[in-house]
């Protein structure tokens, strides 16, 4: 019903910063929490942010946490990435994603039903 877009990534060097953004159409985007994840490969899917339908509330792993933040804004319908202090171990094609059914439990990969295509970060050493 949602469709997501991720854009932002690229290739930055250690300590350097990126901002990601998901563009959102279709549904209302007001309705879902949003939620950023990463995959690197031969690896599962790991949480990365998340952050209520109407803003405010945030979370976030102990990996991110202090360099990530996670931002939204309903009226343009957009989720934003804010990632700084970059380490090569955050290397991975990012996702956002969307969750609208029951309680938010923010980390849990599997209440998320609508997916961006990824967009590939890379932080070279």
């Known amino acids: 019903q949602v469709q997501l877009v991720e854009s932002g990534g690229g290739l930055v060097q250690a300590g350097g910063s990126l901002s990601l953004s998901c563009a959102a159409s279709?549904?209302?985007?007001?309705?879902?929490?949003m939620g950023w994840f990463r995959q690197a490969p031969g690896k599962d899917r790991e949480f990365v942010a998340a952050?209520?339908?109407?803003?405010?509330?945030?979370s976030y792993p102990d990996s991110v946490k202090g360099r990530f933040t996670i931002s939204r804004d309903n009226a343009k319908n957009t989720l934003y990435l804010q990632m700084n202090s970059l380490k090569p171990e955050d290397t991975a094609v990012y996702y956002c994603?969307?969750?609208?059914?029951?309680?938010?439990?923010?980390?849990?990969?599997?209440?998320?039903?609508?997916w961006g295509q990824g967009t590939q970060v890379t932080v070279s050493s």
């Open positions: 952050i209520a339908r109407t803003g405010g509330t945030t």
């Open positions: 279709g549904g209302t985007f007001s309705s879902y929490a």
């Open positions: 994603a969307a969750q609208s059914t029951g309680r938010w439990i923010p980390s849990r990969v599997t209440l998320y039903a609508y």
